[in-house]
């Protein structure tokens, strides 16, 4: 849930930074409603034995051509169901076909890397862990929560010390626990 939790809000900021749909202040309006929406998705996609519903990076490949309502959506998923009968000839693609696309997916996610304040360690140190750690990791998942973790402490260094919110402390405190968690589930599998 955790893990759902990082990658929802990443991409979901992501893509509305991508739209420029940011308020004057840097927030983004109806942030709370999209991850509602995103945590009910995933919930019932679950109980129904779908894989994981979310909000996926992908989409900002989307808005960066100029999709920006749902729309845009609505069109993709009728293209999916006129193409579905064709997906046993998706699994004979191999991997690194889609390479091109994954380039130009992280070509866009890493064009918000010009608006980081590289002068302020307390906020270049995490902004380059997390655009470090997203591929070492493999996961962008991964990668926030590293970053999400090295900016609380970067924040609480003596001198730094910046008053954070107390959800961005449980955050950085319970993510260690559910990585090790998850860890462990995965040995136990194997």
Not at 81 to 100: E, T, W
Not at 145 to 154: E, N, P, Q, R, T
């Amino acid at each position: 849930m955790l893990v759902n939790l990082f990658d929802s809000s990443g991409t979901l900021i992501g893509v509305t930074d991508k739209a420029g749909l940011a308020d004057e202040k840097g927030k983004f309006p109806r942030m709370k409603q999209a991850l509602y929406v995103d945590s009910i998705s995933s919930v019932t996609g679950s109980f129904i034995g779908t894989s994981s519903v979310t909000a996926y990076i992908e989409s900002s490949s989307g808005v960066s051509v100029g999709g920006r309502t749902g729309l845009t959506a609505v069109v993709v998923g009728l293209l999916f169901l006129l193409v579905i009968f064709l997906s046993p000839l998706a699994g004979m693609v191999p991997g690194y076909a889609a390479a091109g696309a994954l380039i130009y997916v992280g070509v866009l996610m890493t064009s918000s890397l010009a608006r980081v304040n590289w002068q302020d360690l307390t906020e270049s140190v995490p902004a380059f862990i997390t655009a470090v750690m997203m591929p070492f990791s493999f996961s962008i998942t991964e990668g926030i929560a590293l970053g999400f973790i090295s900016y609380c402490v970067m924040k609480i260094v003596p001198g730094v010390c910046v008053t954070l919110a107390r959800a961005n402390h449980r955050c950085a405190a319970v993510y260690p626990e559910d990585c090790i968690y998850r860890r462990s589930l995965k040995s136990i599998a194997h």
